[in-house]
């Protein structure tokens, strides 16, 4: 079992920055890759930025290559999302999720690929 936290949520304005932190403890999360989802009221989740399990390969959706950067700290136990140059339409909540897939470079954009998840984290840009 892996349990996952999101953190970092938050008030900013547009054109800043947060940093979003998914803590994550289960005895084998750090051979998974590690996906951010984000989900705004009434439609789907859709991916965002996911990381292999050693960290040396990532991916971002096309919506925010650029801005956001993937990053995981294994011996800290964390998966972080650094998010700049915010826009009003990044304003919704982030999900840190975990595929099961044990040492695997592949790294999924579908959220049926990933086993775990957290209960989220807020973001909120005001214009």
């Known amino acids: 079992q892996v349990q996952l936290v999101e953190s970092g949520g938050g008030l900013v304005q547009a054109g800043g920055s947060l940093s979003l932190s998914c803590a994550a403890s289960?005895?084998?999360?750090?051979?998974?890759?590690m996906g951010w989802f984000r989900q705004a009221p009434g439609k789907e989740r859709e991916f965002v930025a996911a990381?292999?399990?050693?960290?040396?390969?990532?991916a971002y959706a096309d919506s925010v290559k650029g801005r956001f950067t993937v990053s995981r700290n294994n011996a800290k136990n964390t998966v972080y999302l650094q998010m700049n140059s915010l826009k009003p339409e990044d304003a919704v909540i982030y999900y840190c999720?975990?595929?099961?897939?044990?040492?695997?470079?592949?790294?999924?954009?579908?959220?049926?690929?990933?086993?775990?998840w957290g209960q989220g984290t807020q973001v909120t840009v005001s214009s």
């Open positions: 289960g005895r084998t999360w750090s051979l998974y890759p």
């Open positions: 990381i292999s399990w050693s960290g040396r390969i990532s």
């Open positions: 999720e975990a595929d099961a897939s044990v040492r695997s470079d592949f790294l999924a954009r579908s959220e049926n690929e990933y086993e775990y």
